[in-house]
């Protein structure tokens, strides 16, 4: 009875291996009196995979984000005419790359953070670009103060002993 089904099982492989379609595995069981078999076969599959289309956020939505983060920095390093333009442009692309970013990869939150990541990589070297060294550096520390990033190395405790610096040298 093993070899009949073993036998079974190789031939509708070998047949599902020759078909000129994508396969798809399935599973079904067979009773027999003294217990249940499972076997494993392959079928065809229905049709190719599409890519899911992008999803697209609300233009809007983007549109009122980077005007107001446009209006905060015009106003927080007095941007001039030319600057702001330029800036409008680069927040109007980082918010669009994001929210695009948020609707695509809302299940995959790694995924997320890593392009959420590369787009911020990206605006701060446009905004490098368009900005003056001492405005560039006014952005940075407010932006270092929004996020609790510490600039200064502080005293983070005692120190680790037996190691240079700590005045037993």
């Known amino acids: 009875m093993k070899t009949f089904l073993l036998t079974s099982c190789a031939v509708l492989a070998a047949a599902a291996a020759q078909a000129q379609t994508t396969p798809v595995k399935t599973k079904t069981k067979t009773e027999t009196a003294a217990a249940t078999v499972k076997t494993k076969t392959k079928a065809p599959a229905s049709a190719p995979a599409t890519p899911k289309p992008v999803p697209t956020p609300p233009s809007e939505k983007v549109e009122a984000k980077a005007t107001a983060l446009t209006a905060n920095m015009r106003q927080a390093l007095n941007l001039t005419p030319a600057q702001a333009e330029k800036v409008q442009q680069l927040n109007v692309t980082s918010v669009r790359n994001v929210e695009t970013a948020r609707l695509q ?65």
């Open 105 to 169: 990869y809302r299940t995959d939150l790694r995924k997320l953070n890593a392009i959420i990541n590369d787009i911020g990589q990206s605006r701060l070297a446009g905004l490098k670009d368009v900005l003056t060294a001492d405005q560039f550096a006014r952005y940075q520390r407010k932006r270092e103060e929004k996020m609790g990033i510490q600039n200064t190395p502080g005293n983070q405790g005692n120190p680790v002993p037996g190691l240079p610096g700590n005045g037993n040298e």
